[in-house]
């Protein structure tokens, strides 16, 4: 009886609402909010790998109900060394490897003293799976790094510091920023963003995923067009919780980047300085995507904004 009493509740449920609660957990910045973060048991492997400056080590951590994969590049030395947590930006799961991205960022902080903790999101390289992956607008993937900086907090691994911990973003990953830093404010201690996408949901569904029409029809059909049901997309933007933002902002784009548009950036950081949040953008005339001008200038200033936050 127990069972058909359920089956008949879910049927029940199939029929009497459209919500997107009943085909997915709640993708939006709120129903993130109202979840409890629970970022722990980071375990880091014997160097796979080592430089002059630095070990490279696989990592794991407990993301919720997940177990999140990772890189860690560690400098040599005792420590304790502060902690930058990286998200990458789009690389198709289906051919993405540990550590896949970030190849300059990461020996350049390990070479500088800092701890880069690369994430490789759920869904991708050894990380469980999430079967909502293409339907919860990278919610999943910003948890996974707000867990990633608990899991750092409340590590006891000794050279890492728990008390100095930053993250980066790249593309992708820069909006995987903004959405964390709305969902879980003073988790990290500060943020940077290179290149990053829109930080209204909208913008890249129809840049992106409403050009993969199998994901698109999916997305479309549980949470109806953007114009259609504004405040449902709202609620999936970090771009409406800024105020909710504690961390200062630093972020980096180029004028002649053809993947994300500088609009974007402009859009972004004026937000952000409604909001109050101590952002700055810097742009760099005539740069495309990846940064392969002025990459050696923006590090220096990731450099001494690190320096001034982290301390």
Request: hydrophobic content about 40%; proline content about 5%.
């Amino acid at each position: 009886m127990r069972i058909a009493r359920l089956v008949v509740a879910g049927l029940a449920l199939v029929l009497l609402t459209a919500t997107p609660a009943a085909a997915t957990p709640d993708p939006t910045i709120p129903g993130a909010i109202a979840r409890t973060q629970s970022g722990g048991e980071l375990r880091a492997s014997k160097a796979i790998s080592s430089t002059d400056a630095y070990t490279r080590h696989r990592i794991t951590y407990r993301s919720n109900d997940l177990t999140i994969s990772g890189i860690m590049n560690r400098p040599k030395g005792e420590g304790p060394f502060p902690v930058v947590v990286l998200a990458h930006g789009y690389i198709d799961p289906d051919v993405y490897w540990s550590g896949q991205g970030f190849r300059r960022e990461q020996d350049w902080l390990a070479r500088n003293g800092y701890v880069a903790l690369h994430v490789d999101y759920r869904n991708h390289a050894g990380s469980d799976n999430d079967p909502d992956g293409d339907l919860d607008m990278r919610i999943g993937y910003a948890e996974d790094v707000i867990n990633a900086g608990l899991a750092v907090r409340n590590s006891r691994i000794p050279y890492l510091d728990r008390d100095r911990v930053a993250v980066l973003g790249r593309s992708m990953g820069g909006n995987v920023v903004y959405q964390a830093l709305a969902i879980a404010p003073g988790v990290f201690d500060a943020a940077i963003t290179y290149a990053s996408v829109s930080s209204n949901v909208a913008d890249n569904f129809n840049r992106w995923q409403r050009q993969r029409y199998d994901i698109a029809a999916r997305i479309l059909k549980t949470y109806g067009e953007p114009k259609a049901n504004p405040e449902l997309w709202q609620r999936m933007s970090a771009r409406t919780y800024f105020d909710r933002i504690t961390e200062p902002i630093l972020a980096f784009h180029g004028t002649a980047d053809a993947t994300c548009d500088i609009r974007w950036a402009r859009e972004t950081q004026a937000a952000l300085e409604r909001a109050g949040v101590d952002a700055r953008l810097v742009e760099y005339d005539g740069a495309d995507h990846y940064f392969d001008g002025p990459w050696y200038d923006s590090i220096r200033q990731v450099d001494r904004f690190l320096a001034k936050h982290l301390d």
